[in-house]
T-cell receptor, first 113, second 117 residues
Framework: GESVGLHLPTLSVQEGDNSIINCAYS??????FIWYKQESGKGPQFIIDIRSNMDKRQGQRVTVLLNKTVKHLSLQIAATQPGDSAVYFCAENPPSNTGKLIFGQGTTLQVKP | DVKVTQSSRYLVKRTGEKVFLECVQDMDHENMFWYRQDPGLGLRLIYFSYDVKMKEKGDIPEGYSVSREKKERFSLILESASTNQTSMYLC????????????????FGPGTRLTVL
């Protein structure tokens, strides 16, 4: 079946460094991807999205890269701050048009001061 | 600013009780979703609704039912709570999206941590 997976369960970075969180997706026809941030005890929060007709999209301190050739998605966080500590997970929209997304398991980002 | 609210942040119930979890969104979204989130299992879809009075089973509907009487409100019902339903419950909503029916971003509520004793 379809799945969205993250390469590493935990990523530890030094404050001020850049972070890169990766995600692999399995359905080459998926047309929309989202990154979410979930802090402890809270609901997931939308960070950034990208449609399949793009390969890069930038937000404030975050960049999402999409490589459709290898079905890979990444989230880059510039100058990582302690407030960035959270679980990050990606989601893909498969070509079913039901409104349902497929979510990855999540990567925990730990920022060391 | 998008807003999805859930009726309780924390809830403690006893086995066999009927439990209602309420979710309200103020974005006029057509789609609404209920998930549960457990360590190591990620987000699992329980039920979703794409219109008033419409509902579809998700991946794990057993032991749950839902109600959508108004567009902005989507309720999750545990008919007879059991200890294995102890979990974090998350509600989300999304618009129907652009032409062709493509989905749009799902926005989540803060979650309800339910404990069944």
């Amino acid at each position: 079946g379809e799945s969205v997976g993250l390469h590493l369960p935990t990523l530890s970075v030094q404050e001020g460094d850049n972070s890169i969180i990766n995600c692999a997706y399995s359905n080459s026809a998926s047309d929309y991807f989202i990154w979410y941030k979930q802090e402890s005890g809270k609901g997931p929060q939308f960070i950034i999205d990208i449609r399949s007709n793009m390969d890069k999209r930038q937000g404030q301190r975050v960049t999402v890269l999409l490589n459709k050739t290898v079905k890979h998605l990444s989230l880059q966080i510039a100058a990582t701050q302690p407030g960035d500590s959270a679980v990050y997970f990606c989601a893909e929209n498969p070509p079913s048009n039901t409104g349902k997304l497929i979510f990855g398991q999540g990567t925990t980002l730990q920022v060391k001061p | 600013d998008v807003k999805v609210t859930q009726s309780s942040r924390y809830l403690v119930k006893r086995t066999g009780e009927k439990v209602f979890l309420e979710c309200v969104q103020d974005m006029d979204h057509e789609n609404m979703f209920w998930y549960r989130q457990d360590p190591g299992l990620g987000l699992r879809l329980i039920y979703f609704s794409y219109d008033v009075k419409m509902k579809e089973k998700g991946d794990i509907p057993e032991g749950y039912s839902v109600s959508r009487e108004k567009k902005e409100r989507f309720s999750l019902i545990l008919e007879s709570a059991s200890t294995n339903q102890t979990s974090m419950y998350l509600c989300a909503s999304s618009s129907r999206g652009g032409s062709g029916g493509s989905t749009d971003t799902q926005y989540f509520g803060p979650g309800t941590r339910l404990t069944v004793l």
